[in-house]
């Protein structure tokens, strides 16, 4: 495929780096440094120049591009490369997009600023935040085939019931697939006789329901609505707050700005807004810091969002939730003490790389800044999965390669050895990184 | 400094407004012409209106309100419609018995007609006393006054229509003006045809049950003259018994078209497109009725148990079931919306009844109603407001904007609400006061309730109070002084105290 990519800042870098052994690629940035950087890193075309451009864009060949993916830093610049590159071209249009505003725009009307898709940051951000925040100790959650399946990542803590249990012992559920288990830099593939260690994290594919269940019981004293402080009312914050009083809970949210406090107050009935400086001990003690359940720093830096997450948590709150912006902070984030890191570069990555898979992978989740990924694969007549039960196919599959749900005409079928996969079913599968394209031709 | 407000262009169009009164005074005057009487009264008065108004109109060629010669017309406009409206009551009174010949008498019953507030000062309401045409005029003052003459003035009147979304708004009953369609005019003749829409309907309804033998005595005449002043939440009627001269199917007839006149005109609007949802979800709608069915309920158990004796009118209500209700319902619509009406003598009912049916003219109509008191919306942003003051005093850095049905309030219509709350409370208790003070003076008995009824029933726009005041009773026992601190009582009630009261500070007059 032939994919052109306007924006070489982080996000557009990283989808380039991915794409680039597969795809031809070629990257537009109006900072000359940007391209030239990237082209010595990966194997791409760089243009210099302003995607709003038509002739830049002419220069790029999009008329010939398969894809065109616009991911810049601002919104209505990725609205006007889209629109423009419309007039020109008949390629599949990603465009980025960080205010939920225009996602409305466009969620209203069909294909409006001549976009096919939009990857919302903010929000695809803010929706992550609130599954993990749903599922007591989960640190990542993402869902597939229209809700059917869940696929949950988990830390085991020392205290936890399934530390030092082997997973025969530990999946007790009918509906539950141990995927794998990341220990320190490795992957491992659980076998029956495989024991958890304190420090591993779990990958479980399943119905959300028995998921809920194992999440609940891995933290026990986590029943009825928790108790959420939203610490932020940057967009994310806001987009937070907005999701989770819309299941029905009533977090409260501390933004420090005078006008935007009341301006989100206004738009959220069932939140509490909260004016203040976060940081500020003697408020945190007011609003009994202790009882919180869960915080969510949603501030505009790393380095801000850090310190109130360490700061709550020494304060008493159970479990720190943090945006994070830069991906290469994500695990020492998470290595001193705050439970969930969420980058928001990551949440848009994902969205956009669902579209460059030719079509043939539905959703994709990206597992620990790329060491593995879950697909969601329709099955068609090539795949070696097709017409046999699985016991039979494993043998073709590449290693690292766990199938972890099934499902059929809209209800989950439960992978056995002896299930027999069949053409249109979607497959839900755990990958490793280095088997992922031998995995994604096979299936 | 020099005056910056040009007085003249507003009272010019004052003597407009006027001027068209004159043409309104044709309708007692062919009530003459077909009943006999008071012809020539309203000839004569038809021709002072017509000199006065086009006497005031010289004032000014060319009339074009600012801002606050619109205010200052408007207060204007509402006092001399009140003195206008007075010339047909001293005319027809001249050289007779009746207590409306003295010009103060006369300006209280037309300024307590225009404001709907319905109190009488007549001594004696009956054919014998009063010609039919005379009677007529005095529910057609409620009836002009209800949607509001200056709203009637912009939906004819095309060069009030320039300015005319301020003049309504300084007219308009509650905070804020709801604007329907984009033209102004347009909104206030949709305003207008409504309200005749429902009038036509009511005394249709009242005319067919005459025909139908289910209310001798609600014969055409009655029935135009109670539709006049129904729907403006008025209470005037030519009968001395009020509805209680009429059959219990009247009556409960009476008693949606009084729930409707309480209601925001502006609603009827979504009805209108078919848009029925929005219209039940108006949070203010919900209130008005919840209120209402709320104290009827409390109401029907205390009249069902012996709260009120066996009266004259009204009857027993202990023990009947149709009748306590009845009794109640109607009580409570006519005296939560301010509109007056009585079915029952309730001055002579219980304390406690007594005590709910007080509560209930507190509360007043909707906004954009018809209705008079503080309006249910203000209500409800007051006890929002100290919901809110309560919760941020326990999280003093809680930021928490005050909602009425999904909608946020402003903070600027949240403190003007404060204020005006405020200012007619202490109005009215300042007015009770005087009021006692006064009657004091003259050595007429009156008893603190009494005062405070008279008080409330005149900046509230109801009418009847409690004790002398009933709803059978008259308010020409008072000195003339007290009856002049009534008439600007009810007088700034109408316009909701503010646009007059700002007529009376310097930064009005000065730059």
Known sequence: MYVVIIG?????????????????????????????NLMYDTDILGIEGDGTDLEV?????????????????????????????????????????????????????????????????????????????????????????????????????????????????????ESLTFAAVLREDTVVIPRGGTVLEPGDEVIVIGSPENIQ????????????????????????????????????????????????????????????????DVTNRAFLEQEHIDDVDIVIAALDSDEKNLLVSLLTKRLGSERAVAVVESGEYVDLFEEVGIDVAVNPREATAEEITRFTREHKAEN???????????????????????????????????????IGAITRDGELVIPRGDT????????????????????SRKI | MSVRVNWRQSIAFTGTVIKYLAVAMLVPLAIGLLYGGDIVVFLLSIGITVIIGAGLERLHDDPQLGAR???????????????????????????TESALRYPINALFESMSGFTTTGATVTAEISFEQHSHALLMWRQLTQWLGGMGIIVLMVAILPEAAVNGAQLIESEAPGPELQKLTPKIAETARLLWLFYLGFTVLYVGILIGLHYAGMAPNMDVYNAVAHGFTTLPTGGFSPQADS???????????????????????????????????????????????????????????????????????????????????????????????????????????????????????????????????????RWLVVIK??????????????????????????????????????????????????????????GLEMTILEAISASLATIGNIGPGFGFLGPFGSYLEFPATSKLLMILLMWIGRLEIIPVFVIFTGAFWNE
């Open chain 1, 8 to 36: 070489a800042g982080e996000v557009g870098s990283a989808i380039a780096t991915s794409l680039a052994d597969s795809h031809h690629v070629t990257v537009i940035d109006i900072d000359g440094t940007h391209v030239e």
């Open chain 1, 57 to 173: 864009l002419e220069e790029a060949n999009i008329d010939e591009a398969d894809i065109l993916i616009a991911c810049t830093d601002d919104d209505e610049t990725n609205i006007v490369t889209c629109s423009t590159a419309m007039t020109v071209t008949e390629a599949f249009i990603i465009s980025r997009i960080r205010s939920a505003k225009y996602m409305r725009t466009w969620q209203r009307s069909d294909r409006a600023f001549g976009i096919d898709h939009m990857a919302a940051t903010n929000l695809l951000t803010a929706e992550t935040i609130a599954r993990v925040v749903g599922l007591p100790a989960a640190q990542d959650v993402e869902i597939f085939a229209d809700g059917l399946v869940q696929m949950a990542q988990f830390r085991i803590s020392e205290s936890s019931p399934i530390a030092n249990v082997t997973v025969q012992d530990a999946d007790r559920y």
């Open chain 1, 213 to 276: 269940t194992f999440a609940h019981e891995l933290e026990p004293d986590t029943d009825g609505k928790p108790n959420i402080l939203v610490v932020g009312g940057s967009d994310i914050g806001y987009h937070t707050a907005r999701l989770l009083q819309e299941r029905g809970l009533k977090p409260k949210l501390v933004e420090q700005d005078h006008d935007r406090a009341r301006e989100i107050a206004e738009s959220l009935s069932e939140t509490t807004v909260l004016e203040s």
């Open chain 1, 364 to 402: 994709v989740a990206i597992i620990e800044s790329d060491r593995a990924e879950v697909l969601e694969i329709e099955v068609d007549e090539e795949s070696v999965l097709v017409n046999r039960p699985i016991r039979e196919s494993v043998d073709d599959l590449p290693d690292g390669v766990v």
């Open chain 1, 420 to 439: 027999v996969v069949k053409h249109g079913d979607h497959v839900i599968v755990f990958v490793e990184i280095e088997s992922q394209k031998e995995a």
């Open chain 2, 69 to 95: 010669e619109a205010l200052l017309f408007v207060a204007l406009a509402w006092g001399g419609v009140a003195v206008i409206g007075a010339i047909p009551y001293i005319v027809a009174g001249y050289g």
């Open chain 2, 243 to 377: 509805i209680a001269a009429f059959s219990p199917v009247v009556q409960w007839v009476v008693i949606p078209f009084m729930l409707i006149a309480g209601m925001n005109f502006a609603l009827f609007y979504l009805l209108m497109q078919d848009n029925y949802a929005e219209f039940l979800r108006d949070r203010e709608l919900q209130a008005y009725l919840g209120a209402n069915a709320g104290l009827v309920v409390v109401l029907w158990g205390f009249l069902f148990t012996g709260s009120a004796p066996a009266l004259e009118l009204g009857g027993v209500t202990q023990g009947a079931l149709e009748n306590s209700l009845r009794q109640a319902t109607f009580q409570v619509a006519s005296l939560l919306n301010s509109t007056g009406y009585a079915t029952s003598d309730f001055a002579q009912w219980g304390t406690t009844s007594q005590g709910l049916l007080l509560f209930a003219m507190f509360i007043g109509g909707s906004a954009g109603s018809t209705g008079g008191g503080v309006k249910i919306v």
């Open chain 2, 385 to 442: 407001g100290i919901r809110r003051q309560l919760f941020t005093t326990a999280h003093p850095d809680a930021i928490k904007p005050v909602r009425l049905g999904g909608h946020v309030v402003d903070e600027d219509v949240i403190s003007a609400i404060y204020g005006f709350t405020l200012l007619y409370l202490l109005t009215f208790g300042v007015a009770t006061v005087l009021l006692l003070l006064d009657a004091g003076r003259v």
